[in-house]
């Protein structure tokens, strides 16, 4: 029997989002290796005139750049709320919360999706965890001026984690904040967590995306599951 091919399914999983995608929309358009799938697909529908009239609101410059090359017309975000926004994840609860940003994007990603009167998220199955954390660190956006104090602050919230690298230099996000990659530890009221982050100083922002997301499509080996909060 064959593995099934993960970015296949992936493929299939932003195919069912895009379906939510009617003319007329503004899409927040999501960041990362399964979102650039969705991004695609609307471009695609948008050629064939299955779409018409959809504008993008992208959350990175990558983005961005992806939509325009496929043809979606892209606007900068502004107060008027976006019907859909479809995006990844790097952690899945049983619930819909989320660990976003290990590529980098989260500031523009909540930005943007709060904003969304529905928010789609699209991932394979390794992404799905019992609990938030459980897999992957947690990225902490903060500001570049007295990092090193900010992360001693950090250190007293959760103290294993480590500033993230690009090479020998620290990964610069597109907003030139730089990220902080936690671990939580098994037990953490992650509510409390996000709060008690959110108060500390030097932080912009977290990775932490609770009671956001209305349904995710995951794609597993034997195909797409469509998820929605327990």
Same mark, same amino acid.
């Given at each position: 029997? =064959?593995?099934? @091919?993960?970015?296949?399914?992936?493929?299939?999983?932003?195919?069912?989002?895009?379906? %939510?995608?009617?003319?007329?929309?503004?899409?927040?358009?999501?960041?990362?290796?399964?979102?650039?799938?969705?991004?695609?697909?609307?471009?695609?529908? %948008?050629?064939?005139?299955?779409?018409?009239?959809?504008?993008?609101?992208?959350?990175?410059?990558?983005?961005?750049?992806?939509?325009?090359?496929?043809?979606?017309?892209?606007?900068?975000?502004?107060?008027?709320? %976006? @019907?859909?926004?479809?995006?990844?994840?790097?952690?899945?609860?049983?619930?819909? &919360?989320?660990?976003?940003?290990?590529?980098?994007?989260?500031?523009?990603?909540?930005?943007?999706?709060?904003?969304?009167?529905?928010?789609?998220?699209?991932? @394979?199955?390794?992404?799905?965890?019992?609990?938030?954390?459980?897999?992957?660190?947690?990225?902490?956006?903060?500001?570049?001026?007295?990092?090193?104090?900010?992360?001693?602050?950090?250190?007293?919230?959760?103290?294993?984690?480590?500033?993230?690298? &690009?090479?020998?230099?620290?990964?610069?996000?597109? &907003?030139? &904040?730089?990220?902080?990659?936690?671990?939580?530890?098994?037990? =953490?009221?992650? =509510?409390?967590?996000?709060?008690?982050?959110?108060?500390? %100083?030097?932080?912009?922002?977290?990775?932490?995306?609770?009671?956001?997301?209305?349904?995710?499509?995951?794609?597993?080996?034997?195909?797409?599951?469509?998820?929605?909060?327990?």
């Amino acid at each position: 029997m =064959h593995a099934p @091919d993960l970015e296949a399914l992936k493929k299939e999983a932003a195919i069912r989002a895009v379906a %939510l995608v009617g003319s007329g929309m503004r899409v927040g358009l999501g960041t990362g290796s399964t979102a650039k799938y969705a991004i695609e697909e609307i471009g695609r529908r %948008l050629a064939a005139g299955e779409l018409s009239g959809v504008t993008g609101v992208a959350t990175s410059e990558a983005s961005d750049a992806l939509a325009r090359q496929v043809g979606i017309p892209v606007e900068a975000l502004d107060p008027r709320p %976006l @019907d859909i926004a479809i995006d990844g994840a790097d952690e899945i609860d049983p619930a819909l &919360n989320l660990i976003k940003g290990l590529g980098g994007a989260l500031l523009r990603e909540k930005l943007t999706e709060v904003q969304a009167r529905q928010l789609v998220i699209i991932a @394979d199955h390794t992404k799905l965890v019992t609990r938030i954390g459980e897999k992957a660190p947690l990225p902490i956006e903060i500001a570049l001026f007295g990092f090193l104090s900010t992360i001693e602050r950090l250190r007293a919230v959760l103290p294993a984690g480590r500033l993230r690298q &690009n090479g020998a230099q620290p990964y610069v996000t597109d &907003n030139g &904040n730089l990220i902080f990659d936690a671990q939580i530890p098994e037990g =953490h009221d992650i =509510h409390a967590l996000e709060r008690q982050l959110k108060g500390t %100083l030097g932080v912009i922002d977290t990775g932490l995306f609770l009671g956001m997301a209305q349904v995710a499509f995951v794609a597993a080996p034997d195909g797409v599951q469509e998820l929605r909060p327990q």
